[in-house]
C-alpha cells in the first residue's frame, strides 16, 4: 500500500509539473505575440513618423522655393525701377543740358547783338 501511495504521490507531483511547464510555455508564447505585435506598432509608428517628417521636409521645400522664386521677382522689379529711374534722370539731364545751351546761345546772341549795336553808335558818333 506504500508503494501505491507514493506512486500516486509521484504522478501526482509530475502532473501538477507537466501542467505547470505547459501553462510557462504558454504564458512565454503570449508574451512573444505580444512582444512582437507592439514591435510591429512600433515599426509602423516610426514609418509613419518618417513619412510625416518627410511631407513636413517637402512643405518646407516648396515654401523655400517660393520665397526664393518671389525674392527673385522682387530683386527684378528694383532693377527694372531703378532702370527707368536712371533713364528718367538720363532724359531731364539731357533736358537740362539742352536748355544750358539754348540759354548760352541766347546770351551770346544778345552780347553779339548789344555789341552790334554799340559798334553801330561808335560808328554814328564818330561819322
Same mark, same amino acid.
Given at each position: 500500500?506504500? *508503494?501505491v501511495i507514493l506512486g500516486t504521490i509521484l504522478m501526482l507531483a509530475i502532473s501538477i509539473?507537466?501542467?505547470?511547464c505547459r501553462e510557462s510555455a504558454d504564458? &512565454? !508564447?503570449s508574451a512573444a505575440e505580444? @512582444?512582437?505585435e507592439a514591435?510591429? *506598432?512600433a515599426g509602423d509608428d516610426i514609418k509613419e513618423a518618417g513619412d510625416k517628417a518627410m511631407d513636413k521636409a517637402k512643405e518646407a521645400g516648396d515654401s523655400m522655393k517660393e520665397i526664393g522664386e518671389d525674392a527673385a521677382n522682387k &530683386? !527684378?522689379?528694383a532693377g527694372e525701377e531703378m532702370k527707368e529711374a536712371g533713364n528718367k534722370a538720363l532724359? !531731364? @539731364?539731357e533736358e537740362t543740358g539742352e536748355?544750358?545751351?539754348e540759354g548760352a546761345e541766347k546770351a551770346a546772341n544778345d552780347v553779339k547783338d548789344a555789341a552790334n549795336k554799340a559798334a553801330g553808335e561808335v560808328e554814328k558818333a564818330v561819322n
Amino acid at each position: 500500500m506504500k *508503494k501505491v501511495i507514493l506512486g500516486t504521490i509521484l504522478m501526482l507531483a509530475i502532473s501538477i509539473s507537466f501542467v505547470s511547464c505547459r501553462e510557462s510555455a504558454d504564458k &512565454a !508564447k503570449s508574451a512573444a505575440e505580444q @512582444a512582437g505585435e507592439a514591435m510591429e *506598432k512600433a515599426g509602423d509608428d516610426i514609418k509613419e513618423a518618417g513619412d510625416k517628417a518627410m511631407d513636413k521636409a517637402k512643405e518646407a521645400g516648396d515654401s523655400m522655393k517660393e520665397i526664393g522664386e518671389d525674392a527673385a521677382n522682387k &530683386a !527684378k522689379e528694383a532693377g527694372e525701377e531703378m532702370k527707368e529711374a536712371g533713364n528718367k534722370a538720363l532724359d !531731364k @539731364a539731357e533736358e537740362t543740358g539742352e536748355n544750358i545751351k539754348e540759354g548760352a546761345e541766347k546770351a551770346a546772341n544778345d552780347v553779339k547783338d548789344a555789341a552790334n549795336k554799340a559798334a553801330g553808335e561808335v560808328e554814328k558818333a564818330v561819322n
